[in-house]
């Protein structure tokens, strides 16, 4: 695909959105020392042309989810694609649990949100049965890799700003952030009905503003307001700017599944396994023995480079006993069959009135 080149005000201005996103147009500007108009202008036609899109995460280890579950498969490539997808958009991706899906011919992944083992485990079932008696697998089962927030890190979860930074030459002297942990349980939260209803909406319509929000569901913007700040102020919610990778030109996106030598894993008191990441990689998540990660590369030569310094990390600290499984995929020609939907996990989860839902198409 034809990569699209922006000017150096507008990389500046869209690696701010991904480091800052919930920062104002005028605080970003003084961030990036830029004009507070051209903050704004730059932001409009990066985003009217599809550069990137706002996301609302929802933080739900708080309210009942337990865990972060990624899965991935082999399939047989005798099985068109498009058969495969259909098939499993009628039988899988229906459940409300995976929030992000992609395929290719021969292979694919999901990451899911989920209450508790059970929920996941009769995923991963439905999963089988149906990929098993469709002969569309190859000759192992689907991989299913279980992080229960109360013992597992999530290090970084969708963070693109350092991989922005490194493809665009970016020379920042501003802090950057190593890890996330925000996703670790810390104290239970119940939420009246009319949280419940602003949290889903939010999270549903990430770009919609509090006074429209507000007279869809009947309340105030006022309320709309300070509810949105007790939700970021309580970690509950988290803002991202998610850049349209294949548009930038980036070509490669590869996941990783890392099972630790039970012998030497890293040592999880000091965030040992925050050592795998570079600045390509948007996603890894670690318990003591495994961890999944996701990087994304310009290029082949970028892969291949980032995938021997994992390669020499694990290996000088002993960490593994056999080679991880890595999975690469082409950006210009995966399939993205669930693109980043928490509404419907999080309407799962929390909970909101019936006429929101039905507002809300659930």
């Not at 039988?91 to 996941?120: C, M, P």
């Amino acid at each position: 695909m034809k990569k699209f080149e922006l000017t150096p005000k507008e990389k500046l201005t869209l690696y701010g959105l991904a480091r800052y996103p919930k920062l104002t147009d005028k605080q970003l500007s003084e961030k990036l020392d830029l004009k507070h108009s051209t903050v704004t202008s730059i932001r409009h036609r990066l985003r009217k042309n599809e550069y990137f899109r706002k996301l609302i995460i929802p933080r739900l280890q708080n309210m009942g989810c337990q865990m972060l579950v990624a899965i991935y498969t082999n399939f047989s490539p005798l099985i068109p694609l498009e058969e495969r997808v259909g098939i499993t958009g009628k039988t899988i991706e229906v459940f409300e649990e995976i929030f992000f899906s992609v395929g290719e011919q021969d292979k694919g992944f999901s990451l899911s949100l989920s209450r508790n083992y059970a929920t996941v485990g009769r995923i991963n079932d439905i999963r089988t049965q149906t990929f098993g008696g469709r002969g569309l697998l190859e000759d192992e089962y689907p991989s299913m890799v279980v992080f229960p927030f109360e013992i597992g890190r999530v290090y970084r979860f969708f963070d693109f700003a350092p991989l922005l930074k490194i493809s665009f030459d970016l020379n920042l002297e501003f802090e950057e952030v190593v890890a996330d942990l925000a996703f670790r349980h810390t104290k239970n939260v119940d939420f009246s009905d009319t949280e419940k209803n602003v949290f889903c909406m939010m999270v549903s319509y990430p770009e919609m503003s509090d006074s429209d929000i507000g007279r869809e569901i009947g309340v105030s913007r006022h309320t709309v307001s300070r509810l949105r700040r007790v939700f970021e102020e309580n970690n509950l919610v988290r803002k991202i700017s998610l850049p349209n990778l294949k548009k930038l030109g980036f070509e490669i996106l590869a996941f990783y599944h890392i099972r630790f030598d039970p012998r030497n894993p890293p040592n999880m008191e000091v965030e040992d396994a925050a050592l795998l990441m570079s600045d390509s990689t948007i996603f890894l998540a670690s318990r003591m023995f495994e961890a999944v990660m996701i990087s994304v590369y310009q290029d082949y030569d970028d892969y291949k480079s980032d995938m021997m310094k994992v390669m020499q990390v694990l290996k000088e600290n002993k960490w593994i006993a056999e080679d991880p499984v890595i999975r690469t995929y082409g950006l210009n020609t995966l399939v993205f069959i669930k693109d980043f939907k928490f509404a419907p996990i999080t309407h799962k989860i929390v909970g909101c009135d019936f006429w929101v839902k039905k507002l809300l198409n659930m």
